[in-house]
């Protein structure tokens, strides 16, 4: 099946809530990272997590990575509507490729 | 300073028609990558080129798909007679160091090129 899984697929809660996007890998990583991406648009990197770290904050961002189980976790605390947006993890098992998950979808209604 | 350039960033072909998506990375990197995403779906790695080399194009189709760095100029990407299953977004990434990702180094994406064939 395919590296870097995500789930929920698609996600919708109203602003102000929390949203959790969940990430899971076949194999050992270097680093994982996590992107955002608005309808027809480009990705914009949002935060890097190394093997070696378990936990990384930036603003109302925090990834967690659990290597034992091969998964990471997006939370976006606070959440905007401007937040709407596909999410997706990527992970990188070293050289120069990324492998990107399906995305989460998410809505944040206001 | 511009980031990654696309173009462009829409184009409609023909079945049987040639595509060719242009890409100038980030001023001062000289590491580029191509990804496909089709819809719904994420981003898939194509290829990764240094000027002048192909590094990897493990990601590749073996036929019709193309890709270049030259000296001088955008990369391109080049796919000959494009099919329905050709329609999708072409992202280009680009990097000012030789290891890009795996050193934990952020690559960066352009705006991407939306590819139709009808």
């Known amino acids: 099946s395919q590296q870097g899984e995500e789930d929920p697929q698609a996600l919708s809660i109203q602003e102000g809530e929390n949203a959790t996007m969940n990430c899971s890998y076949k194999t050992s990583i270097n680093n994982l990272q996590w992107y955002r991406q608005n309808s027809g648009r480009g990705l914009v990197h949002l935060i890097l997590?190394?093997?070696?770290?378990r936990e990384k904050h930036s603003g109302r961002l925090r990834v967690t990575l659990d290597t034992s189980k091969k998964s990471s976790s997006l939370l976006i605390t606070a959440s905007r509507a401007a937040d709407t947006a596909s999410y997706f993890c990527?992970?990188?098992?070293?050289?120069?490729?990324?492998?990107f998950g399906a995305g989460t979808i998410l809505r944040v209604k206001s | 300073n511009a980031g990654v350039m696309q173009n462009p960033r829409h184009l409609v072909r023909r079945r049987g028609q040639e595509a060719r998506l242009r890409c100038s990375p980030m001023?001062?990197?000289?590491?580029v990558y191509w990804y496909r995403q089709l819809p719904e779906e994420g981003l898939k790695f194509m290829v990764y080129?240094?000027?002048?080399?192909?590094?990897?194009e493990s990601g590749m189709p073996k036929e019709r798909f193309s890709a270049e760095f030259p000296k001088e100029g955008p990369s391109i990407l080049r796919i000959q007679q494009v099919v329905r299953g050709d329609s999708a977004a072409y992202f280009c990434a680009s990097s000012p160091l030789p290891e890009g990702t795996y050193t934990g180094n952020t690559i960066y994406f352009g705006e991407g090129s939306w590819l139709t064939v009808v």
């Open positions: 001023k001062g990197h000289s590491h």
């Open positions: 997590i190394r093997s070696n770290e």
């Open positions: 080129l240094q000027k002048e080399n192909i590094i990897d």
């Open positions: 990527a992970s990188n098992s070293g050289g120069n490729k990324l492998v």
